[in-house]
């Protein structure tokens, strides 16, 4: 059985494991021991910590196949992204360049350096298993999160935000760093990527350029993976979108891969989630029902799977108890349950930012 947790101090090998594998290597996971023993002390201490607004609390979850204590899959929760340092974007402008006496009218795109996502909450850091990409798996150790956050609101920003890796090429380089980043550090985009996530993007953003970069002055490559996500990534991005995100003008500042927000309310997740008390039933009498993402209601002893969305006439969750033991509930505890499914995805930009 599948099921989501909180990282613990065991966690460490399986973590690096993943950090190494991820598909490209990814700025908040680098495979970098040292660090990721401090993201899980980090994890560790925010669980434990009485919240009453967000900070620079980091909460790292686990896929864990229960049966045989494998850990399968890595995603962590950034309070607020830009708590400790500045959360650098580059957002998407447009400049008007004219002159009444050449009758010349002129819309540029440009890219400006921002930090106004700094006060968004950060779904990010998430890896899996090759063997469980583009299953339930993958959906649930994507949305457990939102599941969390809907718990405890008050630990988090109305507004959450996930970037997504951006494009490369064949040859594994980033177009946009090449054309921009690279002429202001004497190093590879994938050195320099792994230094930021030992460390932060915030000392790449004191050397970046800090006027705007006019869009027409880039590669064309460069231009084209303005806000494309990495191709691995692009189921990821549709799930995001069918949740209830929406693109956003704000790209990574090395790589210029997207950024979807949101406030919270308008996510599917969120909308749809009821808290209903636990029934026991036998795995054989269980109705056949759609599936659903179940937690129970436990801070540092959070749990989440996918289970039947099966419900009594009275609204009670029925639930084999292998399933309630997995979530440590009893019979009568509520728990939160939301469907699995999503609508189809609308891929749109955010009118708060037209």
Request: aromatic residues 8%; glycine residues 4%; charged residues 25%.
């Amino acid at each position: 059985m599948l099921i989501i947790r909180p990282v613990a101090e065991a966690d460490l090998e399986a973590l690096v494991a993943l950090a190494e594998r991820a598909t490209p290597r990814l700025t908040n996971l680098p495979a970098h021991r040292e660090g990721l023993a401090e993201r899980i002390r980090r994890s560790v201490a925010s669980f434990a910590r009485q919240v009453d607004f967000p900070g620079d609390e980091h909460y790292t979850f686990v896929l864990e196949e229960s049966e045989r204590g494998d850990v399968l899959g890595t995603a962590t929760i950034r309070a607020q992204a830009g708590a400790a340092d500045a959360y650098y974007t580059y957002r998407q402008e447009t400049l008007i360049h004219a002159s009444q006496q050449l009758n010349v009218r002129r819309e540029v795109p440009t890219l400006a350096l921002s930090h106004e996502v700094s006060e968004a909450t950060l779904l990010c850091a998430l890896s899996l298993d090759e063997a469980y990409k583009g299953t339930s798996a993958e959906s649930l150790l994507r949305r457990a999160r939102l599941m969390f956050i809907a718990q405890y609101p008050e630990r988090f920003s109305n507004v959450l935000a996930v970037a997504f890796p951006g494009f490369l090429d064949d040859y594994q380089r980033s177009p946009f760093w090449e054309s921009v980043g690279h002429h202001f550090f004497a190093r590879s985009f994938h050195d320099i990527n792994h230094i930021a996530g030992v460390r932060s993007k915030s000392f790449i953003a004191e050397v970046m350029p800090q006027f705007p970069l006019y869009m027409a002055l880039l590669t064309p490559q460069a231009r084209a993976a303005v806000g494309r996500e990495h191709p691995a990534h692009e189921r990821a991005l549709q799930e995001m979108l069918a949740e209830g995100f929406v693109r956003s003008r704000h790209v990574d500042i090395f790589d210029a891969g997207p950024l979807v927000k949101a406030e919270r309310e308008r996510l599917n997740t969120f909308r749809e989630a009821a808290w209903h008390p636990v029934r026991l039933r036998p795995v054989e009498a269980l109705p056949d029902a759609e599936p659903a993402l179940i937690a129970n209601q436990k801070l540092g002893e959070f749990r989440c799977l996918v289970a039947r969305y099966a419900l009594s006439p009275t609204g009670q969750l029925m639930l084999s108890a292998e399933h309630a033991a997995e979530l440590g509930v009893e019979e009568g505890r509520a728990v939160l349950v939301a469907p699995l499914s999503l609508p189809t995805a609308a891929d749109t930009l955010d009118e708060g930012e037209l």
